[in-house]
């Protein structure tokens, strides 16, 4: 089972006449809601900072965006820029799940192999348009690629999350506080299988998918040679720390010119997988530079969960 591309040229493009998006867009959050599609993009201009822009749609394929960023940083916390958000509606709120790249090295935020520190956060929006800063996750250590679950489990708020190279769950009483007693892994590389895609590193992508069977996670990993590719797993809708199925195979890897070579090689990195009418739309930057899209049934992508 494959993703099909919805076409072979990228859904968005950089922007040459605006100076934060003139570079690179990529690696976006979308949510459908009140019947449109919300995207929130991840850019960069030629200062190489990122900025989050705001584009809306009523198919999921032509957008219409706004001139200004909507998200940009705002300190020293955050000042090389904000990365790779992931959006998720709980109730009349959304949460993004979004990288804080810094550079300061603090006492609470150890130095990060390229430079500055990393900080999984999050922010919180009523409109998607104005948002609020809550918190970290954790700070001091590799980590990104959180999103956060639909809905509560248990009564708590749950997220994923990446301590290289597995991932995690993290659980809270209000988005604003994580205890670290409370975080295990999940499910990592699969490093002793020599052939596998995702041998090296995984990660999570978009918002986990609630279905009758459990929930489904779609994910991104790369082997030795760095190429990324997505996979999906199943874990239990009362306990996501339960892994019920994963196959070998993954379901989508970079092909098309601007996928293979972009800004970064070899890279299709997905922060959405909304669903909308049984299809998934898995938006994805490729190479870091463009943004594209690409389509299953969810029925399809939940019988190659479960059966392999
Ligand atoms: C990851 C993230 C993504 C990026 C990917 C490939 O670590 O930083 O933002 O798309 O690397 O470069």
Redesign the pocket.
């Known amino acids: 089972m494959k993703l099909a591309r919805h076409s072979h040229q990228p859904i968005l493009l950089p922007d040459a006449t605006s100076p934060w998006e003139s570079l690179n867009v ?2 976006p959050a979308v949510v459908h809601h009140n019947d449109l599609f919300h995207m929130l993009y ?1 850019a960069q201009g030629h200062d190489f900072i990122s900025r989050i822009g705001y584009a809306v749609s009523t198919d999921g394929i032509i957008w219409n965006r706004m001139r200004d960023p909507v998200f940009a940083p705002y300190d020293s916390s955050d000042s090389r820029g904000v ?2 958000p992931r959006v998720t509606r709980i109730g009349d709120t959304f949460y993004m799940a979004y ?1 804080a790249y810094n550079s300061e090295v603090s006492a609470s935020s150890a130095a990060m192999p390229y430079g500055g520190g990393i900080v999984p956060m999050f922010a919180r929006s009523k409109n998607l348009v104005e948002w609020e800063r809550i918190g970290p996750l954790v700070v001091g250590e590799d980590n ?2 959180h999103v956060l679950f639909p809905r509560q489990i248990d009564g708590k708020y749950v997220a994923l999350h990446r301590r290289w190279p597995d991932v995690w769950i993290a659980y809270s009483d209000d988005i604003a506080v994580w205890d670290p007693a409370d975080m295990t892994p999940v499910y990592g590389p699969r490093v002793d299988d020599e052939a596998a895609w995702d041998r090296k590193s995984v ?1 999570s992508n978009g918002v986990p998918i609630e279905t009758a069977e459990g929930w489904l996670l779609l994910n991104h990993g790369y082997d030795d040679d760095h190429i ?1 590719q997505f996979g999906v797993c199943l874990v239990d809708l009362d306990d996501p720390t339960k892994v019920l199925a994963r196959p070998t195979q993954s379901i989508f890897e970079p092909e098309e010119i601007w996928e293979v070579r972009g800004d ?1 090689p070899n ?1 299709v ?1 997905s922060n959405a997988n909304p669903v909308v009418d049984g299809v998934v739309y898995v938006y994805y ?1 490729g190479g ?1 530079h463009a943004i594209g899209l690409a389509t299953c049934r969810l029925e399809d992508l939940l019988d190659f969960a479960v059966n392999g």
Do not use: I
């Open positions: 990529f690696n991840r990365e790779d990288t990104k690629d990660g990324y970064v890279v990195f930057g870091d």
